[in-house]
Structure formats: structure tokens, C-alpha cells
């Protein structure tokens, strides 16, 4: 990739990213802001032949309401990889690494500001967590949010594109390069002994 093309892509590729957040961000939020003005603890509401579960959650931990009572960390690990999203976007080219790295912002931006606003004081918010599947207040599975599912939508993909051999860069890492090279090498390799047979026989 020549430093034309890249300079092309990159402005794309972090406005890509930049709007994935502020999405995630603002649906993240306007969906709590829903939940805490008409849903009420401990009564949950069934929705999708109770497929989910809306069931209000304040949560001082992480999933599970693991680590309650050391809710000042989470954000700060969460300042943390956000500081290193923003390092990442100084050398994006890739349009679905963008969407990923988007999804993660703003997951974490959401749920930080929770931690940053909300009761009962900064950096000691509780999470407003409100979808609950199969069964009400996290009978089966942790109740989340919108935040929690982007996050962990953005990771999977990530992991996806690392599997796939796709780099932040535009590039993409290809068994089938090494292959040909492989190849290629075999070739020219097979072609240096016949020469060097065919020299021996006229000699």
C-alpha cells in the first residue's frame, strides 16, 4: 500500500470509528435514560414470549456483579482502553477494524459514564443494566446493556479479524502468500538441478 492510498483511507476509517461510538454512545444512553423512567426494580417486565426480560439493575461491579466492592477500578481500566483506541486510530486504515474499535468506545464510554455520574458519586456510579434473556433479573444469564453487548460484539469481532489475518493497517496476513513464495522457491530450485543435470550430460 503506497502512502497516497493510505492517506485516502485513513480519514475514512477513523470517521468510521468515531460515528460506530458516538451510536453506541447515544443509543447506549438513551436507552438507560428509557429504562430508569419507566421500569421499576424488582418488577420485571416480559417482552418476546419471554425471550427477554427487562429488569432493572443498578450494578456497583462488573458482569455478574462481580467485584462490587471495588467499583472505583473499572473506570479506571476503562480510561485506560479508551487512551489506547484513541493511540490506535493514529494508524487505522481498516474499515471493519474501525466498526470494532467503535463498538468497544463506545460500550466503554457508556458505562463510564455511569460510573462517573450516577449515584451514588464519581467513579463510584452503579451501571444501569436492564436486558435479561430467558428468564427475569438474570435467572440464566447476567443482566446487561446496550453498552455491555456492544462491547461485546466489538471484541468478537476484533478476534474475528485477527483470525481472518486482517491488520489495523489495510493489510491482510495471507497463507496463500507464503504458499506461492514456497512454491516458487521449489520451482526455481527444480529448475537450478535440471540445469545443473543437463550440464553434466553434455559434458
Known amino acids: 500500500m503506497n502512502a497516497d492510498k493510505a492517506a485516502r483511507f485513513t480519514p475514512r476509517a477513523v470517521v468510521v470509528l468515531g460515528a460506530t461510538a458516538l451510536i453506541a454512545l447515544a443509543l447506549d444512553q438513551w436507552v438507560k435514560h428509557l429504562s430508569t423512567e419507566n421500569l421499576e426494580e424488582h418488577h420485571p417486565v416480559r417482552i418476546l414470549g419471554g425471550l427477554i426480560y427487562l429488569s432493572l439493575l443498578r450494578n456497583g461491579g462488573a458482569a455478574f456483579s462481580f467485584g462490587t466492592g471495588f467499583t472505583w477500578v473499572f473506570p479506571l481500566i476503562t480510561l485506560v482502553v479508551v487512551g489506547w483506541i484513541v493511540w490506535m486510530a ?3 486504515r481498516s474499515v471493519p477494524w474501525a466498526l470494532s474499535l467503535g463498538l468497544v468506545l463506545g ?3 457508556g458505562n463510564l459514564g455511569d460510573r462517573l455520574f450516577r449515584a451514588p458519586g464519581p467513579f463510584q456510579g452503579h451501571v444501569v443494566d436492564m436486558i435479561s434473556v430467558f428468564a ?4 440464566k444469564f447476567a443482566v446487561f446493556n446496550i453498552a455491555d453487548a456492544c462491547l461485546t460484539v466489538g471484541v468478537c469481532l476484533a478476534v474475528l ?3 481472518t489475518g486482517r491488520q489495523r493497517d489495510g493489510s491482510r496476513l495471507s497463507g496463500k502468500a507464503g504458499k506461492n513464495t514456497t512454491t516458487e522457491a521449489g520451482t526455481a530450485e527444480a529448475g537450478k538441478t535440471d540445469a545443473t ?3 553434466e550430460e553434455r559434458a
Open 161 to 163: 479479524l485477527e483470525l
Open 107 to 109: 460500550g466503554a464510554l
Open 136 to 139: 427475569p433479573e438474570g435467572g
Open 90 to 92: 493514529t494508524k487505522l
Open 197 to 199: 543435470t543437463g550440464t
